[in-house]
């Protein structure tokens, strides 16, 4: 019998963008957009990210981070 024939089967899953049509944030009940490079859902309307883990997004309200808003001044270059 061999061992580690189950670690071999584990491998990263990738959050297709497509279910974004099926789900909506939890808290306010808007459309979600997807940051590819946080792997987060962002609820813009509220300022809250969610998590994706293992291609899975979590969707609870507990797992959600608010997510800070930038100033107009910090966009601007300084005179």
Request: proline share 10%; charged share 20%; glycine share 8%.
């Amino acid at each position: 019998m061999s061992s580690g024939g189950a670690s071999k089967l584990v491998r990263s899953v990738a959050f297709d963008p497509k279910i974004l049509q099926f789900i909506v944030c939890p808290l306010s009940k808007q459309a979600l957009r997807y940051c590819q490079e946080s792997q987060e859902l962002f609820s813009d309307s509220i300022g809250v990210a969610f998590p994706i883990k293992e291609g899975i997004p979590c969707l609870s309200p507990m797992a959600g981070r608010v997510v800070g808003a930038v100033e107009p001044e910090a966009q601007a270059p300084p005179k």
